[in-house]
């Protein structure tokens, strides 16, 4: 019954409310990707994809069930991807992935979990460096990780989904920090759903990580926008030393 209540008043928010200001009406956000391909082809680190279903991510956080369906219908997602290794949290228990499934399932919002695959906690040692914490760049390119990509990219084909995990910032999360260049790799941008049900572009989301690098001189109004690839790369491996899990070495020897 609560599962049900929080549908509902997640919906006659969703119907009620206006449009935040950052946020493009669903009806506009296929013309906005189509009008501005060539732009972002220019200027992201990959290609954007010829898909009209965008490919979201989010961060539960301290979220209640209803602004979380809120936020979803608003951006009409069709399916939750949790891309936590483990789907549960013991501070927010209503993102266990039983109550969470059951609640997304009166709104026709499917559940899938991909954690297995895609999650941030790999049980492969070899993703992990000598000091124990993880190795997005290795983690990318293991066979399993791909099929996790895979299945995500084929979900996305037909409808909208989200990459959902715990924190709200995607640049501290690794669906920012290791599986979005997978995404980019394949020619999908993927869009940050951050507070509020307000929209994070990639590349507005590269720019905050480069800033935090202090490497602005390879930001979006930047002369050296040939050089921002390495940039980019290298402000990745510095954010996730920061905020990749981290297993002590010794446990990796048998995970």
Known sequence: MKCRNSFRVAQKAADKSTT??????LADFAAFRQNTSGLLRALSMKPPP?????????????LELDGFLKILLTHEVKIVCDVRSRPG?????????EPLEACLAPAEIRYEFLGETLGGRPSDPRAYHEDGIVNYEERR???????GIDR??????????????????????????????ALLDRGITPVHIRRGGEL?????????LLKLHDLTAFDSGSL???ERDVALQDALRLQAREFA?????EATEYL
Do not use: W, Y
Not at 141 to 147: E, I, N, P, S
Not at 200 to 208: H, I, K, L, P, T
């Open 224 to 226: 050296f926008i040939s």
């Open 20 to 25: 935040p200001r950052r946020i493009l009406p």
């Open 152 to 181: 995500a990219l084929m979900l996305s084909s037909a409808t909208n989904i989200v990459l959902m995990c715990a924190e709200e910032d995607p640049l501290q999360c690794h669906r920012f920090l290791m599986i979005s260049p």
């Open 141 to 147: 390119k293991a066979a399993d990780f791909r099929a």
């Open 200 to 208: 994070e572009s990639q590349r507005e989301a590269e720019d905050r």
């Open 245 to 249: 899990f981290r297993a002590s070495p």
């Open 89 to 97: 949290s013991f501070r927010f228990p209503q993102f266990n992935r």
């Open 50 to 62: 010829d898909s009209n279903s965008p490919l979201f991510t989010i961060g539960h956080s301290s």
